[in-house]
């Protein structure tokens, strides 16, 4: 058996995988025939025919519409407008609560805040790292107007029992789809489950425009909504006869005609694409699950999981070796696109030091804030543990892995679990004997 390339033996995967490109040939025609008509943007930001959007966003939203089997498709320059636009459409007042995880990018929670409202942060579970339907309940006050949920990694949160909590206490759900585009949740998609939900279509995700998103719902009076936030909606409502005028206040988060164009092609290949990492997916499920002290992601029944991070947990009382170092030794094979945790909002230094607005504590030490939310550490134990100590993620979306290459990842890790007691150090907190009783 080689010695471990951590130590000086050879790599298993010696060449890297070379990043992944989904842009060809369809959209470089698509993107230029729009540069031929001299119509980049087909927006107005005042009431008429052009309020929403030339003929390139219209059709890309027509057809996600259709993909996804939703009524509404609102399209934006990125999902991070996407998600302030969303909290906006819902009504949300300053001084609201909406439990948010704090297992999810940044903007998440920060769309929260740009309506002065109050990100409260519930527990995930530890099998599908997404927010706890159980802690959500705890979090709930007089004071919660929605939950904000994320379909983090690619495979859907809870969103039934979800909904279900929002029926009881009368709460909208929010749904950041962003890393789960085409993943199965129940009879629909993940991000069409909720009343309002939406994707990226940034450079990093499934499928790209560059920067973009799209938000989708049933609801008409939500879709109305997110479309005047979208344009300048202050200069439009009178006109428009809107008589809801709540958070309709002036933002440009509209989305160019290039991009809309590219994306209509992009949504063309998303089933293959995100099949192809599902196939990824489950082909390294079934090669890594009998490896001692690692526990390969959990897919529920109804689900299916997009992959956009192959993401772990590993015990390093049964390994004998801290996480780091696995990491460490994984990495040294070659294993690419591969970290250790993944990160926690809540202890951001933002709500650390709960500085949003102005420096003295806006809006939390705000009059129209009754509440006490906190961002202690230890608010999210099992999100904190997970990062802390057990979580490793492997970012499948950089690369569009063949069966061969996903062979020569799994052949990486049985090498690596092989030496694992070389691995071991007298630091670690491994519980003496564990490697022996698991190796013979
Ligand atoms: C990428 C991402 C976002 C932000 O999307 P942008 O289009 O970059 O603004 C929000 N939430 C999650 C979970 C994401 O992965």
Redesign the pocket.
């Known amino acids: 058996m080689a010695e471990l390339a951590l130590f000086g033996g050879p790599r298993t995967i010696a060449e890297p995988f070379p990043p992944y490109n989904s842009i060809g040939r369809d959209e470089i025609d698509a993107a230029q025939a729009v540069l031929e008509s001299g119509n980049l943007s087909g927006f107005f930001g005042s009431w008429g025919d052009r309020f929403l959007g030339g003929p390139k966003v219209q059709e890309f939203e027509r057809a996600w519409a259709e993909r996804f089997g939703v009524r509404h498709a609102v399209s934006v320059n ?3 407008s996407g ?1 302030i636009a969303a909290v906006g459409a819902i009504g949300v007042e300053p001084g609201d609560e909406v439990i948010v995880t704090p297992w ?2 940044c ?2 929670a920060t769309a929260i805040l740009v309506w002065n409202a109050i990100p409260v942060f519930a527990d995930i579970e530890s099998e599908t790292f997404n927010l706890d339907p159980a802690a959500v309940e705890r979090a709930i006050s007089p004071r919660t107007k929605a939950i904000m949920v ?1 379909d ?1 990694f690619g495979h859907s949160a809870d969103i039934p029992a979800l909904m279900e909590l929002a029926r009881r206490y009368n709460l909208r759900v929010i749904e ?1 789809a ?2 789960a585009p085409g993943a199965q949740a129940g009879s629909k998609l993940a991000g069409t489950n909720g009343h309002v939900g939406g994707y ?3 450079y990093h ?1 499934h499928i790209h425009t560059g ?1 973009g ?1 799209m938000c989708v719902t049933n609801d008409p009076a939500i879709a109305e909504r997110l479309q005047l936030i979208r344009n300048h909606g202050e200069a439009v409502v009178a006109k428009k006869g809107v008589e809801n005028i709540s958070n309709i206040l002036g933002f440009n988060f509209r989305l160019g005609e290039i991009e809309a164009a590219i994306g209509i092609e992009q949504l063309k290949k998303l089933p293959g694409l995100v099949e192809m990492r599902y196939k990824t997916g489950l082909r390294l499920n079934e090669a890594l699950r009998d490896l001692p002290g690692l526990q390969v992601p959990v897919i529920r029944r109804g689900c299916t999981h997009a992959f956009y991070i192959y993401a772990f947990t590993v015990d390093s009382d049964i390994t004998g070796i801290p996480r780091e170092r696995l990491v460490e030794a994984l990495q040294a094979e070659g294993v690419p696109w591969l970290y250790s945790g993944y990160q926690n909002v809540h202890l951001l230094p933002m709500f650390q030091k709960k500085i949003a607005y102005g420096a003295r504590g806006f809006p939390w030490t705000s009059d129209v804030y009754k509440g006490f939310a906190r961002y202690d550490k230890g608010i999210c134990p099992t999100a904190e543990r997970l990062h802390d100590r057990e979580l490793v993620c492997l970012q499948l979306c950089q690369h569009w892995y063949t069966d061969d290459e996903t062979d020569r990842v799994i052949e990486a890790f049985r090498k690596v679990w092989k030496h694992l007691d070389k691995l071991q150090q007298p630091a670690v907190s491994a519980k003496p004997g564990s490697l022996r009783t698991l190796y013979g």
């Open positions: 990125s999902w991070t998600l999810t990018m903007a998440t994320a983090i950041d962003a890393q990226s279509l940034n995700k920067e998103g």
